[in-house]
C-alpha cells in the first residue's frame, strides 16, 4: 500500500493560489489513478480531483473546475494540485490517495495520510 504524505496548505485570502503536494513512498504511484479529497469541517470527505495512470485523463468536481489542475511526476512518485482563485468555501483538510479503476471518484485505499490544512479567508 502506498504512504502518502501531504503538504503545502496554508492560510490565504480568497482569490489566492496554493499548491498542495502529495509524497508517496513504499510503492510506486506510476500503475496507480491518483486523486484529491477534502473533509471541511462537520462534512463528510469529498473528491476533488484525479489523474490517470498516464497522466493523460483528468476529472474535476464541478466546483474547482477551471480553478484547480491536479499533475503528477511519476519519477519524483508526487502528485500535486494547483489551486487557483481560491474561494472561502474550499477551506478543508485536503488529502490524495490512490483511485478506484473504475469510479475515479472513489479512494483506492481505506487509509489515509495526516492530510493538510487549506483556509481560505474573505
Known amino acids: 500500500q502506498l504512504q502518502l504524505v501531504e503538504s503545502g496548505g496554508g492560510l490565504v485570502q480568497a482569490g489566492g493560489s496554493l499548491r498542495l503536494s502529495c509524497a508517496a513512498s513504499?510503492?510506486?504511484?506510476?500503475?496507480?489513478?491518483m486523486g484529491w479529497f477534502r473533509q471541511a469541517p462537520g462534512k463528510e470527505r469529498e473528491f476533488v480531483a484525479a489523474?490517470?495512470?498516464?497522466?493523460?485523463?483528468?476529472y474535476y468536481t464541478d466546483s474547482v473546475k477551471g480553478r484547480f489542475t491536479i499533475s503528477r511526476d511519476n519519477v519524483k512518485n508526487t502528485v500535486y494540485l494547483q489551486m487557483n482563485s481560491l474561494k472561502p468555501e474550499d477551506t478543508a483538510v485536503y488529502y490524495c490517495?490512490?483511485?478506484?479503476?473504475?469510479?475515479?471518484?472513489?479512494?483506492?485505499?481505506?487509509?489515509w495520510g495526516q492530510g493538510t490544512q487549506v483556509t481560505v479567508s474573505s
Open positions: 490517495n490512490a483511485v478506484d479503476y473504475s469510479d475515479y471518484t472513489r479512494p483506492f485505499f481505506g487509509s
Open positions: 489523474r490517470g495512470w498516464s497522466g493523460v485523463h483528468t
Open positions: 513504499r510503492r510506486t504511484i506510476s500503475s496507480y489513478n
